[in-house]
Every structure is written in C-alpha cells, then in structure tokens.
C-alpha cells in the first residue's frame, strides 16, 4: 500500500470527533512588551537603511566623477532588499501575534 493510499485510509478516524478547537487563546503576560522592541527594531532598521541609502547616493556621485561606478548597482539591489526584508519581517509578525 502506498503512503497516499495509507493516509486516505487513515486520515478520517484521526479527525472522526472533528477538528479540536485551541480557543481564542491569550497573548502571555509582558508580550506587549516584545511588540514594542519589535517596533523599535523596525524604525532602527528602516533609519540605518536610509542612511545606507544616502552614503550610496553619495559614493555612486564621487564614483561617476571618476568614471567608474559599475559595481555600485549591485549594492543598490541589496540594499533595497533588505528593505523589503525588514518591513516585511515586522508586517509578518505583527499579523501572525495579531497586534
């Protein structure tokens, strides 16, 4: 018999009482807190990449001054993906507690 077959088999009597329902459950105490360091993280992260943002606006500058600059691209796109990294990350476990 093949896994499938074995699961298709098995799976209703696992649930034939239905599906147990957790509740609605409580965030535990101090949590507030861990949403609060979150979001502090969050604005630290975004500032230090605007920053980052600003020092490779002015590196590309000098650099085209000298003709060069080709490499610069590549550190445009890491940045901006750690960007969307970090607003990303803070959006994700803020929907996941439910704050």
């Known amino acids: ?3 499938l077959a074995a699961t298709a ?3 209703p009597h696992l649930f034939a009482g239905g599906v147990p329902d957790p509740g ?3 965030m535990p ?3 507030g807190a861990f949403t609060t360091v979150m979001g502090w993280a969050k ?3 975004l500032g230090i990449a605007v920053v980052g943002l600003i ?3 002015v590196s ?3 650099s085209a001054r000298r003709g060069e600059g080709g490499e610069i691209g590549g550190w445009l796109g890491r940045l901006l993906i750690g960007v969307i990294i970090i607003s990303a ?4 476990v803020g929907f996941l507690v439910g704050a």
């Open 43 to 45: 604005w630290v992260g």
């Open 55 to 57: 020092m490779l606006g």
């Open 24 to 26: 609605a459950g409580t």
């Open 9 to 11: 088999v098995l799976l």
């Open 89 to 92: 990350a803070f959006t994700i």
């Open 1 to 3: 018999m093949s896994v």
């Open 60 to 62: 590309l500058t000098v």
């Open 29 to 31: 105490p101090g949590f």
